[in-house]
């Protein structure tokens, strides 16, 4: 099924969206959804499957272009209220205290948050290089945070 009819809304969606990736989108929502009423038995004519997801494909699309209008109408009429914030305004990392405070974690613990976040590893390639379980340095990673969060916070000094 797939392989017939998703070259067909992907077309449709590359016509009505103009987006590749909006068009990837819309293939698997309307394919996944035609799973979901072939499986429930609420398609009444099976044989017409093919007009029945390119009516399915032309109902999303113009739900996602009622719901882009109605956003930037939204954004149109509310502008003036939204809050100016520049990041000039947002908060200011304090690298002083962040780098005093994973100094203060283990060496376990700062090994698994330079893995996960600096080197951007799961938690098994992170388990994998530790000698640990996944579940293990999901834990040693959850406690971490909680350390260092609130020693950034000053209500308790990780140590």
């Given at each position: 099924?797939?392989?017939?009819?998703?070259p067909?809304v992907?077309?449709y969606?590359?016509?009505?969206?103009?987006?590749?990736?909006?068009?990837a989108d819309?293939?698997?929502?309307?394919l996944?959804?035609t799973?979901?009423?072939?499986?429930?038995?609420?398609?009444?004519?099976?044989?017409r499957?093919?007009?029945?997801?390119?009516?399915?494909?032309?109902m999303v699309?113009l739900?996602?272009?009622?719901g882009?209008?109605?956003?930037?109408?939204?954004l149109?009429?509310?502008?003036?209220?939204?809050p100016?914030?520049?990041?000039?305004?947002?908060?200011?990392?304090?690298t002083?205290?962040l780098?005093a405070c994973?100094?203060?974690?283990?060496?376990?613990?700062r090994?698994v948050?330079?893995?996960t976040?600096?080197?951007?590893?799961?938690?098994?390639?992170?388990?994998?290089e530790l000698g640990?379980?996944?579940?293990?340095?999901?834990?040693?990673?959850h406690?971490?945070?909680?350390?260092?969060?609130?020693?950034?916070?000053g209500?308790?000094?990780?140590?």
């Open positions: 099924m797939y392989s017939r009819l998703a067909r992907r077309l969606g590359l016509r009505h969206l103009r987006d590749e990736q909006s068009a819309l293939t698997q929502q309307v996944l959804m799973i979901e009423r072939l499986r429930g038995g609420k398609i009444r004519e099976p044989e499957l093919a007009s029945f997801v390119l009516g399915m494909s032309r699309v739900d996602l272009k009622r882009s209008r109605r956003r930037a109408r939204a149109e009429q509310f502008a003036d209220d939204l100016r914030v520049g990041l000039a305004d947002g908060p200011r990392l304090d002083e205290r780098t994973l100094e203060r974690l283990g060496e376990r613990e090994s948050l330079v893995l976040f600096h080197s951007e590893r799961t938690a098994f390639e992170v388990a994998q640990l379980t996944a579940a293990n340095v999901r834990v040693i990673r406690r971490a945070l909680a350390r260092l969060r609130l020693c950034m916070t209500e308790e000094p990780a140590s």
